[in-house]
């Protein structure tokens, strides 16, 4: 089970982080993703990280937004700064079992998701 905090509405240029607690076993074998999805828009890849720590981000918030992982606490962060209008979006922590610490961008390689806090960010 995975359970997603931390969003809220902040202003443009602004800052938040997010954490989602993985309730299962061997969360260190887990490749982790964040995604995200605005209104009328399909389900975003966002950021994710192997089980040995290796990152990868989209384009769009590279340089931006920082994805991390404790696995001794088995939660995910998102720390998300310079914030825009166009991160608005619904944001979902998944979760995909990878014990060779391989990692993919795609939503359907993630067996078991979040159910999504909410990112607001106002001009």
């Known amino acids: 089970q995975l359970l997603e905090s931390g969003g809220g509405s902040v202003q443009d240029g602004g800052s938040l982080r997010l954490s989602c607690a993985h309730s299962?076993?061997?969360?260190?074998?887990?490749?982790m993703g964040w995604f995200r999805q605005a209104p009328g828009n399909q389900r975003e890849w966002v950021s994710s990280?192997?089980?040995?720590?290796?990152?990868m981000y989209a384009d769009s918030v590279k340089g931006r937004f920082t994805i991390s992982r404790d696995n001794a606490k088995a939660t995910l962060y998102l720390e998300m700064n310079s914030l825009k209008p166009e991160d608005t979006a619904m944001y979902y922590c998944?979760?995909?079992?990878?014990?060779?610490?391989?990692?993919?961008?795609?939503?359907?390689?993630?067996?078991?998701w979040g159910q999504g806090t909410q990112v607001t960010v106002s001009s």
């Open positions: 299962g076993n061997r969360y260190n074998r887990y490749c």
């Open positions: 990280i192997t089980g040995d720590g290796k990152t």
């Open positions: 998944a979760a995909d079992y990878r014990p060779d610490n391989a990692c993919y961008s795609v939503s359907s390689s993630y067996d078991y």
